[in-house]
Nanobody, 124 residues
Framework: QVQLVESGGGLVQVGGSLRLSCAAP????????MGWFRQAPGKEREFVAA????????YYADSVKGRFTVSRDNAKNTVALQMNSLIPEDTAVYYC?????????????????WGQGTQVTVSS
């Protein structure tokens, strides 16, 4: 079992930025492929971004390309999601998870060990 802890969420105005962080206290994430998902009220959880263990591969949902950047600092054992040019549609609870392999990085079913989530609210 891996415990994941997200942080960095909050309330921001349209056009603002937030940086989310995902950590695994007591465990190393340096070999783990990781993903970020989000879930808005009344909607299904959706893929946002993912990064390979070495950081050489990244994947993004079309809705966040050019605005969000996923990165990792294996020395600090963290994975980050830098979110710029935020819009109200980005309002959601954001989760990080460990990618367990499978046919698609974009499918929630291929992830395990989810964090508890951090709320991001973009106000207009």
């Amino acid at each position: 079992q891996v415990q994941l802890v997200e942080s960095g969420g909050g309330l921001v105005q349209v056009g603002g930025s937030l940086r989310l962080s995902c950590a695994a206290p007591g465990r190393t994430l340096s070999r783990s492929d990781m993903g970020w998902f989000r879930q808005a009220p009344g909607k299904e959880r959706e893929f946002v971004a993912a990064i390979s263990g070495g950081g050489s591969l990244t994947y993004y949902a079309d809705s966040v390309k050019g605005r969000f950047t996923v990165s990792r600092d294996n020395a600090k054992n963290t994975v980050a999601l830098q979110m710029n040019s935020l819009i109200p549609e980005d309002t959601a609870v954001y989760y990080c998870a460990v990618y367990g392999g499978g046919a698609s990085w974009y499918s929630m079913t291929n992830y395990r060990y989810w964090g508890q989530g951090t709320q991001v609210t973009v106000s207009s």
